[in-house]
């Protein structure tokens, strides 16, 4: 049972554009939605998270947007550069379970220059 | 550089064999997540540690068992290895096991079974 669904599951974005990944979730007792960012041979890295109570929060180039009736979130990546291709995951943080993370399937990004 | 460290980076082993996993946590950190990353599965939780106690279970397999010993490094132990036991293992840690709490992950073991 995936709990956490994302699309798309690749993405190719030029240079200095947007980059949208899309996640949505079924368990509404999830309270924490962090994004990770991993680069091969390397483990996931928290980029950004958000809190169910708020429905955006943006730090830097990047933003969440968070729809807690349609519980769906977003990660935009502003300006998207050659370096930030990797593969990113969603997650949700589950307070029934000692707040594990349940991760959606990863979308890989590539920026082109 | 997160501040979680794992130890081997790599292993290689054959099927039937045992492993063990080590992980270092943050300075400071009291959890520590194991997480299963794999091609087919993508990234499981296995299980949790908060301060030497277990806490929570995930999809982890009864051949597979952990603990974390009293100096808050954690161990993963995987036995009777199968060919599909081959995926990437992580560890987390964080601050404390309940509440808004964010997640540190370590570099990862990759094991291989042949």
């Known amino acids: 049972q995936q709990q956490v669904k994302q699309s798309p599951q690749s993405l190719i974005v030029q240079k200095g554009g947007i980059s949208i990944i899309n996640c949505a979730y079924e368990?509404?007792?999830?309270?924490?939605f962090p994004w990770y960012q991993q680069f091969p041979g390397k483990g996931p890295a928290l980029l950004i998270a958000?809190?169910?109570?708020?429905s955006e929060k943006k730090e830097g180039r990047f933003t969440i947007s968070f729809n807690k009736s349609a519980k769906q979130f977003s990660l935009h990546i502003m300006d998207s550069q050659p370096g930030d291709s990797a593969t990113y995951f969603c997650a949700a943080s589950d307070p029934t379970g000692f707040q594990k993370l349940v991760f959606g399937t990863g979308t890989r990004l590539l920026v082109s220059p | 550089d997160s501040g979680v460290t794992q130890t081997p980076k790599h292993l290689i082993t054959a099927t039937g064999q045992r492993v063990t996993l080590r992980c270092s946590p943050r300075?400071?950190?009291?959890?520590v997540y194991w997480y299963q990353q794999s091609l087919d599965q993508g990234l499981q939780f296995l299980i949790q540690?908060?301060?030497?106690?277990?806490?929570a279970k995930g999809n982890i397999l009864e051949r597979f068992s952990a603990q974390q010993f009293p100096d808050l490094h954690s161990e993963l132990n995987l036995s009777s290895l199968e060919l599909g036991d081959s995926a990437l293992y992580f560890c987390?840690?964080?601050?404390?096991?309940?509440?808004?709490?964010?997640?540190?992950f370590g570099p990862g073991t990759r094991l291989t079974v042949l």
């Open positions: 958000i809190r169910p109570d708020v």
């Open positions: 987390a840690s964080s601050v404390v096991g309940q509440g808004w709490n964010e997640q540190f």
């Open positions: 300075s400071g950190d009291l959890s």
């Open positions: 368990n509404t007792a999830f309270d924490y």
């Open positions: 540690y908060y301060n030497g106690e277990e806490r």
